[in-house]
């Protein structure tokens, strides 16, 4: 079993920053990849990134270049830094373990 709370959400003007944060419980967490996902509604979740135990990443097309996915096992932390954000990145941005879920946290860039 492993629980994830995220959180960093918020509203920002095109142009900004946020800090994501994927906390995880379970002891599990270290050996799964862990992805960062969005959905706006009316359209089909989509990946922003994902980082496997080893450190590996892996970037969505629409947030490459802008975002950082990183990782700390120890403290079962996974931060998402989105830089330059844009309108559309407006979205409910979900960490996934698995088959695990957290309850999403909210961006909302806007001017």
């Known amino acids: 079993q492993v629980n994830l709370v995220e959180s960093g959400g918020g509203s920002v003007q095109p142009g900004g920053s946020l800090r994501l944060s994927c906390a995880a419980s379970?002891?599990?967490?270290?050996?799964?990849?862990v992805g960062w996902y969005r959905r706006v509604p009316g359209k089909e979740r989509e990946l922003v990134a994902k980082?496997?135990?080893?450190?590996?990443?892996v970037y969505g097309d629409s947030v490459k270049g802008r975002s950082t996915i990183s990782r700390d096992n120890a403290k079962k932390m996974v931060d998402l830094q989105m830089n330059n954000l844009k309108p559309e990145d407006t979205a409910i941005y979900y960490c996934?373990?698995?088959?695990?879920w957290g309850q999403g946290t909210q961006v909302t860039v806007s001017s």
């Open positions: 996934n373990v698995w088959a695990w």
């Open positions: 379970g002891s599990a967490f270290s050996i799964y990849t």
């Open positions: 980082i496997t135990r080893g450190g590996i990443v």
